[in-house]
T-cell receptor, first 116, second 114 residues
């Protein structure tokens, strides 16, 4: 079964450094998402992306965050200057095809981001 | 704002049925989901139900949806120790449709005792 893949599985970064989290959504999906889960807390929506632009973003997704689809397969989340509170598990998800936009969201295994 | 509530813990004996409940304040008319998360792992799509259905059965899993009461439940029959995990209820944000973002509950930690 096709799946969403995320790399790396664990990223350790010094506070203030930039980090890029990578995702390869399911190949024919059109809608992409980033969520995060701070340890022990609920999964929170960050941003959705469709047709090469942001569809929606939460209040968490401030100017330090950006997303990009640099080519036909990757979907990235960049945090420009990381803070301690950015430490979390970051999940990528995708859904929807040209012939069926009404599908469930499938998630990757996540990238654990640890800010030191 | 929109909210999704779940009880935090459930403990059952192996072989019993588990019922995990979820209530939500509002949702789009599309899929509602149950995800499973094992320790240190990602979110596994366990099952989902479309909002025009009352019930969906998938092997040991039964999902019940009461739209009037905004209540979603997941029943696991013949619960096994391998079912021990955190189960998240997730509903689509209102007006977002199936492409909208999901709102998650805090998760119910299911512990299965042998």
């Amino acid at each position: 079964e096709p799946e969403v893949t995320q790399t790396p599985s664990h990223q350790v970064t010094q506070m203030g450094q930039e980090v890029i989290l990578r995702c390869v959504p399911i190949s024919n999906h059109l809608y992409f998402y980033w969520y995060r889960q701070i340890l022990g807390q609920k999964v929170e929506f960050l941003v959705s992306f469709y047709n090469n632009e942001i569809s929606e973003k939460s209040e968490i997704f401030d100017d330090q965050f950006s997303v990009e689809r640099p080519d036909g397969s990757n979907f990235t989340l960049k945090i420009r200057s990381t803070k301690l509170e950015d430490s979390a598990m970051y999940f990528c998800a995708s859904t929807g095809t040209f012939d069926n936009s009404n599908q469930p969201q499938h998630f990757g295994d996540g990238t654990r981001l640890s800010i030191l | 704002g929109e909210d999704v509530e779940q009880s935090l813990f459930l403990s059952v004996r192996e072989g019993d049925s588990s019922v995990i409940n979820c209530t939500y304040t509002d949702s789009s008319s599309t899929y509602l989901y149950w995800y499973k998360q094992e320790p240190g792992a990602g979110l596994q799509l366990l099952t989902y139900i479309f909002s025009n259905m009352d019930m969906k059965q998938d092997q040991r899993l039964t999902v019940l949806l009461n739209k009037k009461d905004k209540h979603l439940s997941l029943r696991i029959a013949d619960t096994q120790t391998g079912d021990s995990a955190i189960y998240f209820c997730a509903v689509p944000a209102p007006y977002g449709g199936s492409q909208g973002n999901l709102i998650f509950g805090k998760g119910t930690k299911l512990s299965v005792k042998p």
